[in-house]
């Protein structure tokens, strides 16, 4: 059985809840059993019980994110020892991108990441698909240290102190500790807040990026007040196509971020597509309500996939 060390800010600790969820088949298989800070008892010193932990592990997961390499305790601490362990080939260490950040440049940067191509966790447009691919990454690691298996050496054990080794070691019990969390409706504006400006982003930059690179194409992003914009498409001077985004403003309940390929009826109960937050026991996510969520109604949207799910609604009609 491999054990497997969560190194991460606690600022991403939903990402590593989520994680050890997906990581659940593995370890009712008995191939894994995962340890991380919250399961540290009260009383034990904090330093200790993590250098102890990050001594054995076979498998070291680092969740990379901005936060993770601005944390002097992850970056200089625990980063330094799990690098230390992978050169000395007695752990293998996995970066696993939480967020886009400026992790390339940094010790871990020559280290193949999870998920595929490094591509962060949050930047997937379904992320379960990211979760799912960095556990069949650990898999496959797990099956090779398997295959390569080499007994811890003496030099490693002497490697820890000797006040490390005084430490009674805690009682057995699951590292599946988690319980089911609740977001209040104040959480779920804030989503939907977040959302809408993420969406009105990824649009502007979007528009200006497909005018830079077709002739003949102009494109024009209008912010008309904190909850619409409207985007436009001309092609040799002539409106192609276009569409409102509205948060709230286009649906009866007042929720939403809705889609309208009319950006006369913006502010009115009329829209092609619809956005909605709904939670799971770990994070909340986005979910489209109309046809465009027929091809995988049961997809929970990151913010940059339901940003996409809208930008292929208004670029489709100009491909085909």
């Known amino acids: 059985m491999a054990k497997v060390f969560f190194s991460y800010s606690h600022e991403d600790e939903s990402y590593r809840d989520r994680l050890e969820k997906h990581l659940s088949p593995l370890r009712h298989e008995g191939l894994i059993e995962s340890w991380h800070d919250r399961r540290i008892l009260a009383g034990t ?3 200790n019980e993590i250098d102890r932990n990050i001594n054995s592990a076979d498998i070291i997961l680092l969740l990379v994110s901005a936060s993770f390499l601005g944390s002097h305790y992850c970056y200089s601490i625990e980063m330094k020892r799990a690098m230390e362990r992978h050169h000395a080939k007695e752990a293998r260490v996995i970066p696993v991108i939480v967020h886009a950040c400026d992790w390339t440049n940094t010790p871990i940067g020559r280290l193949l990441a999870a998920p595929k191509d490094g591509k962060p966790i949050a930047s997937w447009a379904i992320m379960d698909e990211a979760y799912l691919d ?38 057995f019990r699951s590292s599946n500790l988690r319980l089911r969390k609740t977001f209040s409706d104040y959480d779920r504006d804030q989503f939907y807040q977040e959302s809408f400006q993420f969406i009105a982003k990824y649009f502007e930059a979007s528009l200006a990026e497909l005018k830079n690179r077709n002739p003949g194409i ?13 985007a436009t498409i001309y092609v040799s001077g002539t409106r192609s196509n276009e569409c409102a985004i509205n948060l709230g403003a286009g649906t009866i309940t007042g929720k939403g971020i809705s889609y309208s390929s009319d950006v006369s009826v913006r502010g009115m109960n009329s829209y092609n597509e619809m956005l909605y937050v709904e939670a799971d ?40």
């Open 45 to 47: 010193d904090l330093n």
């Open 218 to 230: 102009d494109t024009q992003f209008r912010q008309i007040d904190a909850n619409t914009f409207t």
């Open 134 to 171: 960095v556990v069949l990454q650990i898999r496959a690691v797990i099956k090779d240290l398997h295959q390569n298996q080499v007994p811890i050496s003496q030099s490693q054990g002497e490697s820890i102190s000797t006040t490390q080794k005084s430490i009674v070691e805690p009682p």
């Open 281 to 320: 026991d770990q994070s909340m996510y986005l979910k489209l309500t109309g046809m465009w969520n027929f091809k995988n109604p049961e997809a929970k949207l990151s913010q940059e996939g339901a940003a996409d799910a809208f930008w292929d609604i208004l670029i489709k009609p100009l491909q085909q």
